[in-house]
T-cell receptor
């Protein structure tokens, strides 16, 4: 069965430090991959997505993610974290042939220390 | 652009009553919307796919008679939780699918349901 795994439930980083959130997927072919951020009282916001082509994807708010087929990973990175980045981050994939049915990872809560 | 709204944002109801949640795409049309359920501190689980003008398709394990979905127009989908029970208490989130430089979904802010 298709699945998305985010190994880190909770991560704490200092403001200004770099960030990497891990995501692994289980799917035979290359799925569509997404990173979303969820803040309290707000809907999930799309940070970036990967369909094909360049494996390093740039997103909004200074985030980027790298697709690594050999590792079945799509890790999210940011070189310098801001206090406003504290939120819940979800990795998701559409592995059903572009049906739009997203499978979400468990989420990673990011806490930013001043 | 690409804003999705949900109404109400939260609702408290008595066990046995029915609750309707609306999902609207405010500045675009969406032939397909999705309904998700999120338990506290957990991920989103897809419940059903709502297609304008046709019956919704439900994921395995989701009771179609319990969770009625209607997609009456290109900008509105509704989820009705019928005869709600405390175990139906959850956070319900909708999304609207568009093709914008590839597959993209825009999510509503969610509706928190508490059944007493």
């Amino acid at each position: 069965a298709q699945s998305v795994t985010q190994p880190d439930i909770h991560i704490t980083v200092s403001e200004g430090a770099s960030l990497e959130l891990r995501c692994n997927y289980s799917y035979g072919a290359t799925p569509y991959l997404f990173w979303y951020v969820q803040s309290p009282g707000q809907g999930l916001q799309l940070l970036l997505k990967y369909f094909s082509g360049d494996t390093l994807v740039q997103g909004i708010k200074g985030f980027e993610a790298e697709f690594k087929r050999s590792q079945s990973s799509f890790n999210l990175r940011k070189p310098s974290v801001h206090w406003s980045d504290a939120a819940e981050y979800f990795c998701a994939c559409d592995g059903s042939g572009n049906t739009g049915k997203l499978i979400f990872g468990q989420g990673t809560t990011l806490q930013v220390k001043p | 652009g690409a804003v999705v709204s949900q109404h109400p944002s939260w609702v408290i109801c008595k066990s046995g009553t029915s609750v309707k949640i609306e999902c609207r795409s405010l500045d675009f049309q969406a032939t397909t919307m999705f309904w998700y359920r999120q338990f506290p501190k957990q991920s989103l689980m897809l419940m059903a796919t709502s297609n304008e003008g046709s019956k919704a398709t439900y994921e395995q394990g989701v009771e179609k008679d319990k969770f009625l979905i209607n997609h009456a127009s290109l900008t509105l989908s509704t989820l009705t939780v019928t005869s709600a029970h405390p175990e139906d208490s959850s956070f319900y989130i909708c999304s609207a699918r568009v093709w914008k430089g590839g597959e993209t979904q825009y999510f509503g802010p969610g509706t928190r349901l508490l059944v007493l």
